[in-house]
């Protein structure tokens, strides 16, 4: 008889065992720091977490191929998560702007909405963090590609894109743009955690943190390190085709799972409105209602739509400002709206 | 179990969202419409997306004496299907792992499904350079793997990141095969004035200037995003995006 396989139901633990059977046998070539502290996994529904007290003694640790080293290992939380903590004291609103889905604009909300906050009100102080690690996109889309960072006692200084908004990103760090970051999961942990509690932001009223797409090591560790720093929330950014919302529903899952607050979904190149003959038409059709329907289905908020406009990707790709030098198109005025929305979430700096 | 493949093809992009999924697809259909066996494995783990492409969404995979048994789109079985999206019992649900789950996830992908004998099998990867990439290229070692076929979009944003995948592959040991270039111009219905949205040209420029073949450009054409499991060689066999993916098989099969 054939068996089903299957991740979630009945035969998973089996088909766990046979992971973790596998994954002794091979400590394998690059970089090798796969030790069981870093198989965290979130979705794993009665796993204590190798950093509970409980690791390795609770009932659904019996049987577990991972429980003795559960069990033996440090316990406690991580020390990074209170220095995180108090780095980011001093910063109002932290919000993750996320995405299942690549290439949907995550990067693009990033820095327009960072650009919209700073430019409606001078004496507001925003930053923007790239934790995206292996494909860093904010040094260009704010133009300070090619800028180096500063260490200082203090930790590192961020690079000032305006008097009021500053960004960090490990694109700043590569000697050459074609430099590539071939890190497996536990090192790029390590950077994030030096991101998030090493950069001087000084006083911030928002700090935006973009993230590289997917739900994986990179997002673990973030919101692990955010854990007790007052996170406000995640951004969602998704295109209206049922590819993108695929991965978008996954995403949503994800932050209910982890408990972060969605703070709404954004719906990026939903039109795309013809240069030549100003007439929309859609190219990435929304055969399954679009993001309006999932944040119906799913009882999130839909804070607004971007339509795709070529310049968005000229004035992005040469890292100028798009809300202070288009502000009148209509791009411009959906990120106002978003950020109004956003303020309702606001805490104002003392 | 990848003894009697005959050739492994990956597809690759240091940017997300550029069209692998789409490409890996289009690639695998075309290459089985010349007359091949093909094989198709998805290994993004966190954004599954072929199951969905194919409409195979709800297929099971089975276990056999011989290890997993892929989903089959035909009844001859010619185009075997692996991702997994198959395993997952609810399609909303994350999967959320760190790199060593990742890794051992993708080994067993690679070792434990019975593909049987096939001329083709062509990887879809997640975007970037991390675990899922670095395990691919760990047990392709051992195994002759023809190269991989990059994609990009035509903006900087995403040729920047594919250049950090060309030295992903360099470092790699990993042959290139070519340099796709996707979203390159749309044409909009009502006028046929067609836009570059995102310019134009990029690709094959860098592709010059990696000195690497361009195996050349497919422009935004919401048809083929909606083609979901139909072929695009038969469906739309005038198309610019038929000619392009037609070019790349003629290429691929000489060599
Ligand atoms: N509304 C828009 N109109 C036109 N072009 C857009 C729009 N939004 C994004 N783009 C373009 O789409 C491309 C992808 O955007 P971006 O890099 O922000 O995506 P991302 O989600 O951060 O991708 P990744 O997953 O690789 O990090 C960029 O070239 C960007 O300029
Ligand atoms: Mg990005
Ligand atoms: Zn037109």
Same mark, same amino acid.
């Given at each position: 008889?054939?068996?089903?396989?299957?991740?979630?139901?009945?035969?998973?633990?089996?088909?766990?065992?046979?992971?973790?059977?596998?994954?002794?046998?091979?400590?394998?070539?690059?970089?090798?720091?796969?030790?069981?502290?870093?198989?965290?996994?979130?979705?794993?529904?009665?796993?204590?977490?190798?950093?509970?007290?409980?690791?390795?003694?609770?009932?659904?640790?019996?049987?577990?191929?991972?429980?003795?080293?559960?069990?033996?290992?440090?316990?406690?939380?991580?020390?990074?998560?209170?220095?995180?903590?108090?780095?980011?004291?001093?910063?109002?609103?932290?919000?993750?702007?996320?995405?299942?889905?690549?290439?949907?604009?995550?990067?693009?909300?990033?820095?327009?909405?960072?650009?919209?906050?700073?430019?409606?009100?001078?004496?507001?102080?925003?930053?923007?963090?790239?934790?995206?690690?292996?494909?860093?996109?904010?040094?260009?889309?704010?133009?300070?590609?090619?800028?180096?960072?500063?260490?200082? *006692?203090?930790?590192?200084?961020? $690079?000032?894109?305006?008097?009021? @908004?500053? =960004?960090?990103?490990?694109?700043?760090? +590569? !000697?050459?743009?074609?430099?590539?970051?071939?890190?497996?999961?536990?090192?790029?942990?390590?950077?994030?955690?030096?991101?998030?509690?090493?950069?001087?932001?000084?006083?911030?009223?928002?700090?935006?943190?973009?993230?590289?797409?997917?739900?994986?090591?990179?997002?673990?560790?973030?919101?692990?390190?955010?854990?007790?720093?007052?996170?406000?929330?995640?951004?969602?950014?998704?295109?209206?085709?049922?590819?993108?919302?695929?991965?978008?529903?996954?995403?949503?899952?994800?932050?209910?799972?982890? *408990?972060?607050?969605?703070?709404? $979904?954004?719906?990026?190149?939903? @039109?795309? =409105?013809?240069?030549?003959?100003?007439? +929309? !038409?859609?190219?990435?059709?929304?055969?399954?209602?679009?993001?309006?329907?999932?944040?119906?289905?799913?009882?999130?908020?839909?804070?607004?739509?971007?339509?795709?406009?070529?310049?968005?990707?000229?004035?992005?790709?040469?890292?100028?400002?798009?809300?202070?030098?288009?502000?009148?198109?209509?791009?411009?005025?959906?990120?106002?709206?978003?950020?109004?929305?956003?303020?309702?979430?606001?805490?104002?700096?003392? | 179990?990848?003894?009697?493949?005959?050739?492994?093809?990956?597809?690759?992009?240091?940017?997300?969202?550029?069209?692998?999924?789409?490409?890996?697809?289009?690639?695998?259909?075309?290459?089985?419409?010349?007359?091949?066996?093909?094989?198709?494995?998805?290994?993004?783990?966190?954004?599954?997306?072929?199951?969905?492409?194919?409409?195979?969404?709800?297929?099971?995979?089975?276990?056999?004496?011989?290890?997993?048994?892929?989903?089959?789109?035909?009844?001859?079985?010619?185009?075997?299907?692996?991702?997994?999206?198959?395993?997952?019992?609810?399609?909303?649900?994350?999967?959320?792992?760190?790199?060593?789950?990742?890794?051992?996830?993708?080994?067993?992908?690679?070792?434990?499904?019975?593909?049987?004998?096939?001329?083709?099998?062509?990887?879809?990867?997640?975007?970037?350079?991390?675990?899922?990439?670095?395990?691919?290229?760990?047990?392709?070692?051992?195994?002759?793997?023809?190269?991989?076929?990059?994609?990009?979009?035509?903006?900087?944003?995403?040729?920047?990141?594919?250049?950090?995948?060309?030295?992903?592959?360099?470092?790699?040991?990993?042959?290139?095969?070519?340099?796709?270039?996707?979203?390159?111009?749309?044409?909009?219905?009502?006028?046929?004035?067609?836009?570059?949205?995102?310019?134009?040209?990029?690709?094959?420029?860098?592709?010059?200037?990696?000195?690497?073949?361009?195996?050349?450009?497919?422009?935004?054409?919401?048809?083929?995003?909606?083609?979901?499991?139909?072929?695009?060689?038969?469906?739309?066999?005038?198309?610019?995006?038929?000619?392009?993916?037609?070019?790349?098989?003629?290429?691929?099969?000489?060599?």
């Amino acid at each position: 008889m054939q068996q089903k396989v299957e991740i979630n139901g009945q035969s998973r633990r089996q088909m766990q065992k046979a992971i973790n059977e596998k994954k002794k046998k091979s400590r394998d070539v690059t970089g090798q720091e796969d030790d069981a502290d870093d198989d965290d996994d979130v979705s794993e529904r009665n796993c204590p977490g190798i950093k509970s007290k409980d690791a390795g003694k609770a009932s659904a640790c019996s049987g577990c191929p991972s429980q003795q080293i559960c069990a033996s290992g440090p316990k406690g939380p991580d020390p990074g998560i209170e220095l995180v903590q108090n780095r980011l004291e001093q910063v109002k609103n932290k919000i993750l702007i996320l995405s299942g889905k690549g290439g949907v604009g995550k990067s693009t909300v990033t820095a327009l909405l960072s650009r919209a906050l700073a430019a409606d009100d001078s004496e507001r102080n925003v930053a923007v963090l790239d934790i995206d690690i292996c494909g860093p996109s904010q040094p260009r889309v704010l133009g300070v590609l090619g800028e180096q960072v500063h260490h200082s *006692g203090s930790g590192w200084s961020p $690079v000032y894109v305006d008097d009021n @908004l500053s =960004v960090m990103s490990i694109g700043f760090l +590569l !000697s050459t743009p074609d430099d590539a970051v071939i890190w497996r999961g536990p090192k790029k942990n390590g950077m994030i955690r030096q991101f998030l509690s090493e950069v001087d932001w000084g006083k911030l009223d928002y700090l935006l943190i973009d993230t590289p797409p997917g739900t994986s090591d990179e997002h673990l560790s973030a919101t692990t390190y955010l854990s007790e720093a007052d996170l406000t929330g995640a951004i969602i950014v998704t295109t209206p085709q049922e590819v993108a919302l695929l991965d978008v529903r996954k995403e949503i899952d994800y932050c209910r799972k982890v *408990g972060i607050k969605v703070l709404g $979904v954004i719906e990026n190149m939903y @039109l795309f =409105v013809c240069p030549c003959c100003q007439k +929309l !038409s859609e190219i990435f059709p929304a055969t399954t209602g679009g993001a309006r329907r999932m944040c119906e289905d799913l009882d999130v908020t839909y804070l607004g739509g971007l339509p795709l406009d070529p310049k968005i990707a000229r004035y992005c790709d040469e890292g100028k400002n798009f809300i202070t030098e288009m502000p009148n198109s209509s791009i411009t005025d959906s990120c106002k709206n978003i950020i109004k929305e956003l303020a309702k979430y606001r805490k104002e700096t003392h | 179990m990848l003894d009697d493949v005959k050739h492994i093809i990956l597809i690759l992009s240091g940017k997300g969202g550029v069209g692998k999924s789409t490409v890996s697809t289009q690639l695998a259909l075309t290459l089985k419409e010349r007359g091949f066996k093909v094989g198709l494995l998805d290994i993004d783990l966190c954004g599954p997306s072929i199951p969905y492409l194919l409409q195979l969404e709800g297929k099971d995979v089975h276990q056999a004496d011989g290890g997993w048994v892929p989903v089959y789109t035909d009844d001859k079985q010619n185009f075997a299907v692996m991702s997994i999206g198959f395993l997952l019992n609810s399609r909303n649900s994350a999967v959320v792992w760190r790199g060593p789950k990742k890794t051992a996830m993708v080994k067993q992908f690679l070792t434990d499904v019975c593909w049987g004998d096939l001329d083709y099998l062509i990887i879809d990867t997640p975007p970037g350079t991390s675990d899922e990439h670095i395990t691919v290229m760990e047990n392709l070692k051992t195994v002759k793997c023809d190269g991989a076929i990059l994609v990009t979009t035509p903006q900087q944003v995403s040729i920047e990141d594919v250049r950090k995948e060309i030295t992903f592959c360099k470092k790699t040991g990993i042959h290139i095969l070519g340099l796709i270039e996707n979203m390159s111009g749309f044409v909009c219905p009502h006028c046929t004035e067609c836009t570059n949205i995102f310019s134009k040209g990029g690709g094959e420029s860098l592709a010059e200037l990696a000195k690497i073949p361009f195996l050349g450009t497919l422009p935004i054409d919401p048809r083929v995003g909606q083609l979901l499991g139909k072929t695009c060689v038969k469906e739309l066999p005038d198309s610019p995006s038929a000619k392009t993916f037609n070019g790349i098989v003629d290429r691929l099969v000489v060599t």
